[in-house]
C-alpha cells in the first residue's frame, strides 16, 4: 500500500507540471526560438521561430523534396533542396511558401515588410545514412525591407 502511495504521489507531481516556455504553440507547433531581423536562425521541421512583440511567425513545415546529390557520389548537378514554410502575423491568414538551396530556384521571397532568404538545409544527403523525418533543420534569414 506504502508503493502505492508513493507511486501515485509521484504520477501527480509529473502530470501537475506545465511546459514552462516563453513561447506559445502554434497550431500544434512549437514555437521553439526567438527570431532577430538580419541574422540568420536555425528552425526545425515541424517548429517556429517567433517576434513576440510583433507577434509574427515563422513555422519551418517540411521538406518538400531533396534531391541534393548525396555525399560520396558523382552526381551531373547539385540538386536541390526545398523547404515549405508558413509566415504567421498575429490576426492575419497564414502565408504559406517554398524555398529551394538550388540558386537557379527561388531562394528568397517577400511577403509584406518581411524578405526570407533561405542560406541552408541540413543535414546534407549521405548514401551511408538515411534522413529520417522530421530530422531536417532550415536556416533562414529574415530581413525587414521598405516598402
Known amino acids: 500500500m506504502k508503493k502505492l502511495i508513493i507511486i501515485a504521489s509521484?504520477?501527480?507531481?509529473i502530470f501537475s507540471c506545465e511546459k514552462t516556455s516563453n513561447f506559445p504553440t502554434y497550431e500544434n507547433m512549437d514555437v521553439t526560438s526567438e527570431f532577430v531581423l538580419n541574422n540568420a536562425i536555425i528552425i526545425s521541421e515541424g517548429d517556429?521561430?517567433?517576434d513576440l512583440q510583433a507577434q509574427t511567425y515563422i513555422c519551418f513545415e517540411s521538406i518538400v523534396g531533396?534531391?541534393?546529390c548525396p555525399e560520396g557520389v558523382q552526381c551531373i548537378w547539385q540538386g536541390n533542396a526545398e523547404a515549405k514554410f508558413k509566415f504567421v502575423k498575429t490576426d492575419?491568414?497564414?502565408v504559406f511558401f517554398s524555398l529551394n538551396t538550388y540558386p537557379a530556384f527561388t531562394t528568397d521571397t517577400i511577403i509584406?515588410?518581411?524578405k526570407f532568404t533561405l542560406k541552408a538545409v541540413t543535414p546534407y544527403p549521405n548514401i551511408k545514412n538515411i534522413?529520417?523525418?522530421r530530422a531536417y533543420k532550415a536556416e533562414i534569414e529574415i530581413e525587414k525591407v521598405t516598402e
Do not use: K, T
Request: with cysteine.
Open 112 to 114: 509584406g515588410e518581411y
Open 131 to 133: 534522413v529520417l523525418p
Open 10 to 13: 509521484i504520477s501527480a507531481f
Open 48 to 50: 517556429c521561430a517567433g
Open 66 to 68: 531533396d534531391s541534393r
Open 92 to 94: 492575419e491568414n497564414p
